[in-house]
C-alpha cells in the first residue's frame, strides 16, 4: 500500500505561483512514477505532468508546458508541482497518483493510489 497526500492549494491571482506537494508514505519503492492530475467541475481528470523514479525523466501535459515543473526530494519522498504564471483556467481539484506497472503515464485509469486533491482557485 502506498498513501499520498497532496497540500499548499489555495485562492491566488492570475499570474501568481504556488507550489503543491505531494508527501508519498508505505511501500513507495515499489512504484514506478508520480504522477499529478487535475479535475475542474464538470470535466473530466486529465492529466498534468509525470516524473519517472529510476531516472528522474519528466513529462507535461501540452497546456501546462513552460509554466509547471515537477520535482521530487527523494530524502522527504515528496514530490511537489511548481505552477507559475497561472491562469484561470488553471483553476481545479490537483490529484498526485502513483503506479506499480510500467506504461504510459497521462490516463487515470493506469494509476493504482491516489491522494484526496488539493484545490486551486485562480481569479482573473
Known amino acids: 500500500q502506498v498513501q499520498l497526500v497532496e497540500s499548499g492549494g489555495g485562492l491566488v491571482q492570475a499570474g501568481d505561483s504556488l507550489r503543491l506537494s505531494c508527501a508519498a508514505s508505505?511501500?513507495?519503492?515499489?512504484?514506478?512514477?508520480m504522477g499529478w492530475f487535475r479535475q475542474a467541475p464538470g470535466k473530466e481528470r486529465e492529466f498534468v505532468a509525470a516524473?519517472?523514479?529510476?531516472?528522474?525523466?519528466?513529462y507535461y501535459a501540452d497546456s501546462v508546458k513552460g509554466r509547471f515543473t515537477i520535482s521530487r526530494d527523494n530524502a522527504k519522498n515528496t514530490v511537489y508541482l511548481q505552477m507559475n504564471s497561472l491562469k484561470p483556467e488553471d483553476t481545479a481539484v490537483y490529484y498526485c497518483?502513483?503506479?506499480?506497472?510500467?506504461?504510459?503515464?497521462?490516463?487515470?485509469?493506469?494509476?493504482?493510489?491516489w491522494g484526496q486533491g488539493t484545490q486551486v482557485t485562480v481569479s482573473s
Open positions: 508505505g511501500r513507495t519503492f515499489s512504484t514506478y512514477n
Open positions: 497518483a502513483t503506479k506499480r506497472r510500467r506504461g504510459g503515464v497521462d490516463t487515470p485509469a493506469q494509476y493504482d493510489y
Open positions: 516524473l519517472f523514479w529510476t531516472n528522474g525523466i519528466t
